[in-house]
T-cell receptor, first 111, second 114 residues
Framework: GESVGLHLPTLSVQEGDNSIINCAYS??????FIWYKQESGKGPQFIID?????DKRQGQRVTVLLNKTVKHLSLQIAATQPGDSAVYFC??????????FGGGTRLMVKP | ETGVTQTPRHLVMGMTNKKSLKCEQH?????MYWYKQSAKKPLELMFV???????ENNSVPSRFSPECPNSSHLFLHLHTLQPEDSALYLC?????????????FGPGTRLTVL
């Protein structure tokens, strides 16, 4: 079946470095994608989204890249800070108002 | 804060108990969702409500019973749960049909079934 998956379960980076979190999706009909951040004891927090008619979108310190050819989504975090430590999920919208979530990647920032 | 609140934040119940989880959104959204989040598993969609009507039941056991009295409130009634139902239960809302499916989540209810 269609699914969203993440390449790396854990990513460890040095404070100040850039982080890249990857996500593969398999449904070519997906038209909208979201990255969420989930800190311990909290619900997922919306970070940034992108529609399928775009290949790049930038926010504050974050950039999402979409490569529809290989069905790949990535989240780039510039100058990673300790507060960025969390689990990051990608989600795809492929049917009405339903999202399919990936398994999540844990980002650990070393001081 | 995301504009979605959930109560209680923590709940411990026995298998014979009946309890309810509450979710409220202050975003003017028309769609609300219940998700289950277990350790090492992706978020699992349970129920979807659009304009107070249930539009999705993702094969959820009948011991979970949702209720949506209006577009701002969503309940999940629990009865005769099993220990494997212990998880974080997340509520979310989104603008609804026709708009981008940008879902905003509440903080969740951590449920432990003894």
């Amino acid at each position: 079946g269609e699914s969203v998956g993440l390449h790396l379960p854990t990513l460890s980076v040095q404070e100040g470095d850039n982080s890249i979190i990857n996500c593969a999706y398999s449904n070519s009909a997906s038209d909208y994608f979201i990255w969420y951040k989930q800190e311990s004891g909290k619900g997922p927090q919306f970070i940034i989204d992108i529609r399928s008619n775009m290949d790049k979108r930038q926010g504050q310190r974050v950039t999402v890249l979409l490569n529809k050819t290989v069905k790949h989504l990535s989240l780039q975090i510039a100058a990673t800070q300790p507060g960025d430590s969390a689990v990051y999920f990608c989600a795809e919208n492929n049917a009405g108002n339903m999202l399919t979530f990936g398994g999540g990647t844990r980002l650990m920032v070393k001081p | 804060e995301t504009g979605v609140t959930q109560t209680p934040r923590h709940l411990v119940m026995g298998m014979t108990n009946k309890k309810s989880l509450k979710c409220e959104q202050h975003l003017g959204h028309n769609a609300m969702y219940w998700y289950k989040q277990s350790a090492k598993k992706p978020l699992e969609l349970m129920f979807v409500y659009n304009f107070k009507e249930q539009t999705e039941n993702n094969s959820v056991p009948s011991r979970f019973s949702p209720e949506c009295p209006n577009s701002s409130h969503l309940f999940l009634h629990l009865h005769t749960l099993q220990p494997e139902d212990s998880a974080l239960y997340l509520c979310a809302s989104s603008p609804g049909q026709g708009g981008l499916n940008e879902q905003f989540f509440g903080p969740g209810t951590r449920l432990t079934v003894l």
